[in-house]
């Protein structure tokens, strides 16, 4: 039997690509977003694929009804998941104080609650079974604050800190909890957050495809925390030395320096 892997986001980018890396082997994917016709367009190119078999759950996860759709369509399907991977999530970037309220308690319920909620109700069937894997896309952004994206850079802390504490909880017991923390990667998400035009994005991204071999080299050696690619890592890395107030005006320098 094929092992069956879930992926939120999946109508873009890393998700996207994560589907399509996966497809390369025999496989059951899920794939769940909000745009249906997008699902539905990758899932029929990936459905050519030999011994490859999709689902397509719209549901718009920001939402606790959202969240319960996607885990009634697989109890539906009688599908068991055996990976996990929690990638949708979106960020904005400007003044917390000007900001649409319900921009920044969307991105909490998206980023975190709906991850939380997944990780909640698929991992105690992977424990029951001895095996399974939870992928959480974390980002750079979990190791510092960051001003002018506040609410953003804090929900990716809590992903990093959730999978680190959860991957200890079930060590030993078949399953693994991987944190990939990318750097500015080229998907759809610095249009969303506003940050196309951010040398950080125009200069510094990486390749989606490059993300998520390391994302997926990562779940495969079930390790705790994967940062993906070299200048991130080093940058990562440099956040344990580097004084908070520096860190802090640093990230607010960078981020402010558009407006
Ligand atoms: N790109 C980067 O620079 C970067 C860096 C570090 C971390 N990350 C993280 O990587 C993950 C994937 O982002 P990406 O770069 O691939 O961005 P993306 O191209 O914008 O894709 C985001 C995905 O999330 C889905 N999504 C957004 N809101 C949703 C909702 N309410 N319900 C269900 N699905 C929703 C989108 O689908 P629909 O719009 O169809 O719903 C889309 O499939 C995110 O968690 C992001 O924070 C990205």
Redesign the pocket.
């Given at each position: 039997m094929t092992d069956t892997i879930l992926i939120?986001?999946?109508?873009?980018?890393?998700?996207a690509d994560f589907a399509r890396a996966l497809a390369k082997k025999p496989v059951t994917l899920v794939l769940t977003?909000?745009?249906t016709d997008?699902l539905a367009a990758l899932a029929t190119e990936l459905a050519q694929r030999p011994g490859v078999e999709m689902h397509v759950i719209s549901?718009?996860?920001?939402r606790p009804e959202?969240v319960k759709t996607l885990l009634d369509g697989i109890a539906d399907r009688g599908l068991s998941v055996d990976t996990l991977i929690n990638?949708?999530?979106?960020?904005a970037l400007g003044d917390f104080a000007d900001s649409d309220l319900a921009t920044q308690t969307g991105m909490i319920d998206?980023?975190i609650r709906a991850l939380v909620t997944l990780t909640h109700a698929l991992i105690p069937p992977m424990l029951a079974r001895g095996h399974g894997r939870v992928l959480n896309?974390a980002?750079?952004?979990a190791f510092q604050p960051g001003p002018y994206m506040a609410v953003y850079y804090a929900s990716k802390a809590f992903v990093l800190h959730f999978s680190e504490a959860l991957h200890e909880e079930v060590k030993g017991r078949g399953v693994t909890v991987t944190a990939l923390c990318?750097?500015?990667?080229r998907?759809?998400?610095?249009d969303?957050a506003g940050m196309a035009e951010m040398p950080l994005f125009t200069r510094f991204?990486s390749d989606s495809e490059q993300v998520v071999r390391d994302g997926l080299a990562a779940l495969e050696r079930g390790q705790a925390v994967m940062v993906s690619g070299l200048l991130n890592r080093l940058t990562a890395a440099s956040t344990r030395v580097t004084p908070r107030g520096v860190l802090r005006r640093a990230v607010a320098k960078l981020q402010s320096g558009r407006r």
């Open positions: 939120t986001g999946a109508s873009a980018g890393l998700g977003a909000r745009r997008r549901a718009d996860l920001g959202g990638n949708a999530g979106y960020g998206l980023n896309i980002s750079t952004a990318p750097g500015p990667t998907t759809e998400f610095a969303i991204a």
